[in-house]
């Protein structure tokens, strides 16, 4: 018998490590920005019913830099629909009060306007 053995997690980020995921949702809120960074929520319906028998939603936020981020103000509002490529990160950051937190969200890579009406329009 012969054992195969996978490596998940290679050396110092090595070849054998994959962060990658891709969103389809609706901007929620109108994007913020701050210090050359902008946030956006994406709400993402989950693809069951709970034991309700209700779509469950998650609300995931995503972090845009430079023409990204540019592109999608300019294009985007609040309900369209938007494909996120990107990177999960996490970060541990102090609240106000001195607790500390995890947070996680998506760094966007790639923005795809799905339901635009700019884009749809042709402006």
């Known amino acids: 018998m012969k054992i195969l053995r996978t490596t998940i997690f290679g050396q110092n ?11 389809i949702g609706r901007l929620v ?19 069951y019913k709970n034991e309700f028998g209700v779509y469950e939603t998650d609300f995931i936020d995503c972090q845009l830099w430079g023409g990204i981020a540019t592109s999608t103000i300019e294009y985007c509002k609040k309900g369209d629909l938007i494909g996120v490529r990107g990177k ?17 969200y998506i760094v966007a890579e790639k923005i795809s306007f799905l339901s635009s009406d700019k884009i749809n329009q042709g402006e």
């Open 88 to 104: 999960i990160q996490t970060k541990n950051i102090e609240t106000s009060d001195g607790e500390k937190k995890k947070t996680t």
């Open 29 to 47: 809120n109108e994007i913020e920005t701050n210090d050359n960074v902008s946030m956006m929520t994406l709400a993402v319906p989950r693809n």
């Open 13 to 23: 980020g090595g070849d054998n490590v994959l962060n990658q995921v891709m969103l």
